[in-house]
């Protein structure tokens, strides 16, 4: 299956490479383990030699469905099954959340699963829908992560800005005490109030904060800068992606009554983060897209702190 996606499903609109399992209503968890292909679990395998010996401190993490070796890890890793991420977001958000997408990458050593959380926020008169991103990975190469990402909903755009004020993500390694940490998390998680109510004051300031049509061009070249040397047709591409950004500020049907101010321009940007086609499409273009979506988009973030700064 191409785009190392292995499995998913999603809700009504095709996401990425049209791969997956379409459903009309956002399944409950149970549902939603079954349409992701995820209804597999990982034991734990002592290693051997090619002449019988064990090789201490060390195990395999195999799937049970297909005996498929997922990676290997030290004694210490402790498994988190599928199932557990999906009790664990079904005990945070309370009874009926439904899962918008979930899936496997790269032959099951990375899941996610994405859930609305229960309601929608209005702030400064826009709808701005908070989703909770569960990550975690089976072959021992990254942490169990869990962040919100709130979209705005008349255009889906991202707005997991990186506030000073309010944490929006929590990680723990596959270490220690597992079901603690989970505690923990579920504890903390409850920084989804505290975050969008920061997140409504800051939209706020950066309503106040007007920006000059002069002002605007100069962050797009400071965010989409031509390197010193470029070839004639690097230029013309960075020319081409500048002029992109610069519609979206100036062009967008849905940013024409914000005014223009510091809020326009990092929707333009998220914008176009989310939504714009790169010059080149490596083979994993759309996973890292996806992986911006819990660790927070960099051009977004920059375009903050720009506007931010002034």
Same mark, same amino acid.
Request: with cysteine; hydrophobic share 40%; charged share 25%.
């Given at each position: 299956?191409?785009?190392?996606?292995?499995?998913?499903?999603?809700?009504?609109?095709?996401?990425?490479?049209?791969?997956?399992?379409?459903?009309?209503?956002?399944?409950?968890?149970?549902?939603?383990?079954?349409?992701?292909?995820?209804?597999?679990?990982?034991?734990?395998?002592?290693?051997?030699?090619?002449?019988?010996?064990?090789?201490?401190?060390?195990?395999?993490?195999?799937?049970?469905?297909?005996?498929?070796?997922?990676?290997?890890?030290?004694?210490?890793?402790?498994?988190?099954?599928?199932?557990?991420?999906?009790?664990?977001?079904?005990?945070?958000?309370?009874?009926?959340?439904?899962?918008?997408?979930?899936?496997?990458?790269?032959?099951?050593?990375?899941?996610?699963?994405?859930?609305?959380?229960?309601?929608?926020?209005?702030?400064?008169?826009?709808?701005?829908?908070?989703?909770?991103?569960?990550?975690?990975?089976?072959?021992?190469?990254?942490?169990?992560?869990?962040?919100?990402? =709130?979209? *705005?909903?008349?255009? /889906?755009?991202?707005? +997991? @800005?990186?506030?000073? &004020? !309010?944490?929006?993500?929590?990680?723990?390694?596959?270490?220690?005490?597992?079901?603690?940490?989970?505690?923990?998390?579920?504890?903390?998680?409850?920084?989804?109030?505290?975050?969008?109510?920061?997140?409504?004051?800051?939209?706020?300031?950066?309503?106040?904060?007007?920006?000059?049509?002069?002002?605007?061009?100069?962050?797009?070249?400071?965010?989409?800068?031509?390197?010193?040397?470029?070839?004639?047709?690097?230029?013309?591409?960075?020319?081409?992606?500048?002029?992109?950004?610069?519609?979206?500020?100036?062009?967008?049907?849905?940013?024409?009554?914000?005014?223009?101010?510091?809020?326009?321009?990092?929707?333009?940007?998220?914008?176009?983060?989310?939504?714009?086609? =790169?010059? *080149?499409?490596?083979? /994993?273009?759309?996973? +890292? @897209?996806?992986?911006? &979506? !819990?660790?927070?988009?960099?051009?977004?973030?920059?375009?903050?702190?720009?506007?931010?700064?002034?």
């Amino acid at each position: 299956m191409a785009a190392n996606v292995e499995s998913m499903f999603y809700v009504r609109e095709t996401p990425w490479h049209g791969l997956g399992v379409r459903v009309n209503e956002a399944p409950a968890s149970r549902e939603a383990l079954t349409a992701a292909g995820l209804n597999w679990k990982v034991v734990q395998e002592p290693i051997y030699t090619g002449t019988e010996e064990l090789i201490d401190g060390y195990k395999a993490n195999v799937r049970d469905s297909d005996r498929k070796v997922l990676g290997v890890v030290t004694d210490r890793y402790k498994v988190i099954q599928n199932t557990e991420a999906f009790a664990f977001t079904d005990s945070l958000l309370g009874e009926g959340v439904r899962y918008e997408t979930a899936g496997s990458l790269l032959g099951g050593k990375r899941v996610w699963l994405l859930a609305h959380m229960p309601h929608e926020y209005i702030i400064s008169g826009e709808r701005i829908s908070p989703y909770l991103l569960f990550s975690n990975t089976h072959d021992g190469s990254g942490a169990i992560k869990i962040a919100l990402t =709130p979209i *705005r909903v008349v255009c /889906n755009n991202t707005l +997991n @800005l990186a506030l000073s &004020t !309010a944490k929006r993500s929590w990680s723990m390694m596959h270490t220690g005490d597992i079901r603690g940490k989970i505690a923990e998390a579920r504890d903390t998680l409850f920084m989804a109030e505290n975050y969008m109510d920061e997140l409504g004051k800051e939209f706020e300031a950066l309503r106040m904060k007007k920006l000059t049509d002069k002002k605007v061009m100069e962050y797009i070249e400071v965010l989409l800068p031509e390197e010193e040397g470029s070839t004639p047709q690097q230029a013309r591409n960075m020319k081409r992606l500048r002029e992109d950004m610069k519609i979206r500020y100036f062009d967008a049907p849905d940013l024409q009554d914000i005014g223009k101010n510091a809020y326009r321009f990092v929707n333009a940007v998220s914008d176009f983060a989310t939504h714009a086609q =790169p010059l *080149r499409k490596t083979a /994993n273009y759309k996973e +890292n @897209l996806f992986s911006r &979506t !819990a660790d927070g988009n960099p051009l977004i973030d920059k375009a903050y702190q720009l506007v931010s700064a002034a």
